[in-house]
């Protein structure tokens, strides 16, 4: 029921891709860049394994290059 909500008002305001688990994503990669360590980072978002914790932020950071080169290109 919440996950209908956010996809619908996500749709509303024009924003593709988000989700619920947008949150789950967003949280860790806010709490690492303001930076708490991997390990406090997990604690934090219930993460039992580094390895999946990192691969949620790789994907953050990779998406964040990917925006920033878009931009640069779309003038």
Same mark, same amino acid.
């Given at each position: 029921?919440?996950?209908?909500?956010?996809?619908?008002?996500?749709?509303?305001?024009?924003?593709?891709?988000?989700?619920?688990?947008?949150? &789950?994503?967003? /949280?860790?990669?806010?709490?690492?860049? /303001?930076?708490?360590?991997?390990?406090?980072?997990?604690?934090?978002?219930?993460?039992?394994?580094?390895?999946?914790?990192? &691969?949620?932020?790789?994907?953050? /950071?990779? &998406?964040?290059?990917?925006?920033? /080169?878009?931009?640069?290109?779309?003038?």
């Amino acid at each position: 029921m919440l996950a209908t909500a956010i996809t619908k008002l996500a749709e509303k305001l024009g924003i593709e891709g988000m989700s619920s688990h947008s949150f &789950r994503r967003s /949280a860790p990669t806010v709490a690492h860049q /303001a930076g708490l360590n991997l390990r406090e980072v997990a604690e934090i978002s219930g993460h039992r394994s580094l390895a999946a914790l990192e &691969r949620y932020l790789d994907q953050d /950071a990779a &998406r964040e290059k990917a925006e920033a /080169a878009r931009s640069l290109l779309v003038r």
